[in-house]
């Protein structure tokens, strides 16, 4: 969990860095950096992870929904 956390303060810290004078662009790489960020919940958080629980309980707690 702290790994998630950590990946977590990266993804902020990147979504400030991230600009751009054209918008298009600028979408794209927001949200480019949001799946990386959603990918590591769903793979190595909830699938990957040695135990079953999140990956079982995956649509009661909502964890990737929040992301988004």
Do not use: C
């Not at 998630?4 to 979504?15: D, G, K, P």
């Not at 799946?35 to 699938?47: A, C, P, R, T």
């Amino acid at each position: 969990m702290e790994s998630t956390l950590s990946v977590y303060s990266a993804w902020i810290n990147n979504l400030k860095e991230i600009s751009s004078d054209n918008l298009p662009t600028l979408v794209y790489k927001l949200v480019d950096s949001l799946n990386e960020y959603k990918f590591h919940l769903d793979v190595e958080l909830i699938f990957d992870s040695p135990d079953d629980f999140l990956y079982r309980q995956k649509g009661q707690l909502k964890i990737d929904n929040s992301v988004i």
